[in-house]
């Protein structure tokens, strides 16, 4: 495995290259590009820390659990796209005993748990306990629905063979060791079963979140640099990477789509809003920052996604995100 110090500078040439080639190939995207550049560059030489413990990433979530409850139905209207690609992928659901990662506000678990019928059955789980207690409200009444409390993604709780489908959102580039997780993904899974997972792709692909972290970082709001680093939303953004970590856990019948779509948001306060609600990094930082600051960042943030608002004030955000599907043999 390398450490960050090592894949950094490949990880800072892939993105040079991609800003390039968007440079060259979308006008329309110059002005967003060029400070995509300019913030990797001015970060080129920083490395994060990413070898925090299992308590220090429940922590982290623990702080936007409140967030996260606020806009659960956003949330969800939001990654339409992707939950129909992730159900698509995961079919046929009828019957099966599925486990949901990082589960966040419970509102994907609650549509397994339908998807499944009454004979399937639906284990919501998450590494903090704030939304652990979120989707106890949520699927309090859903029958064939539990939660399990403090699951480290890292070292599952569960016997080997006990799921006919694991599920994980946009969860696992947040894992700090991804191929470790990937194993114990396939060890939990029954023979024939099928593990779904959907991450973000190159962070120059999806500005509806990285608008909001380069202000903020072109602000001094932030430091650390792009998040790009393992443990990070954007430290898998290459689908044939993604195929070979599936293929070294494990898995067969490995198929991974690139979604190309955009995220709607109905005005430019409600896009940075949720972004500063939803992200840990950017949450800590929205909760220091004075209100000279924060009228700044958002001045920032409203000039980098001008050339997407429309007539109305309304934004349609681009966003690249991997769905990938892994059978355990």
Wanted: proline share 5%; aromatic share 6%; hydrophobic share 40%.
């Amino acid at each position: 495995m390398q450490d960050a110090t090592t894949r950094l500078p490949r990880l800072i040439g892939t993105v040079r290259r991609l800003v390039l080639a968007s440079l060259l190939t979308c006008a329309s995207h110059i002005k967003y590009t060029s400070h995509v550049f300019n913030i990797l560059l001015m970060y080129r030489s920083s490395v994060m820390d990413t070898s925090g413990t299992h308590q220090s990433t429940a922590s982290l979530w623990d702080g936007v659990a409140i967030g996260w409850s606020r806009f659960a139905a956003e949330i969800e209207g939001i990654e339409s796209d992707l939950t129909s690609r992730i159900r698509s992928a995961a079919e046929p659901l009828n019957g099966h005993t599925v486990l949901e990662l990082g589960s966040g506000t419970g509102e994907l678990a609650a549509q397994f748990a339908d998807w499944v019928g009454p004979d399937g059955t639906v284990t919501a789980s998450d590494v903090a306990p704030s939304m652990n207690e979120v989707q106890r409200a949520r699927l309090a009444d859903v029958l064939n629905a539990r939660v399990a409390a403090d699951v480290d993604v890292h070292e599952l709780p569960f016997v080997a063979h006990s799921f006919d489908t694991v599920v994980f959102r946009m969860g696992l580039m947040m894992a700090s060791d991804p191929d470790r997780a990937l194993r114990e993904i396939h060890r939990v899974l029954r023979p024939g079963g099928r593990f779904v997972t959907a991450v973000w792709g190159p962070f120059t692909e999806n500005p509806w979140l990285t608008t909001v972290g380069m202000g903020a970082m072109s602000l001094g709001l932030v430091c650390g640099g792009p998040p790009i680093n393992p443990g990070e939303p954007f430290s898998l953004p290459d689908p044939h990477d993604l195929r070979g970590r599936f293929t070294d856990a494990g898995f067969v019948d490995i198929d991974v789509q690139t979604l190309s779509a955009t995220r709607h948001y109905r005005d430019t306060d409600q896009h940075i809003t949720m972004a500063l609600s939803l992200a840990p990094p950017l949450a800590a930082a929205y909760r220091a920052m004075s209100s000279a600051q924060e009228t700044a960042l958002r001045a920032t943030v409203a000039g980098l996604t001008e050339q997407y608002r429309d007539g109305h004030g309304a934004l349609d955000l681009p966003m690249s995100a991997h769905v990938a599907l892994g059978t355990r043999a």
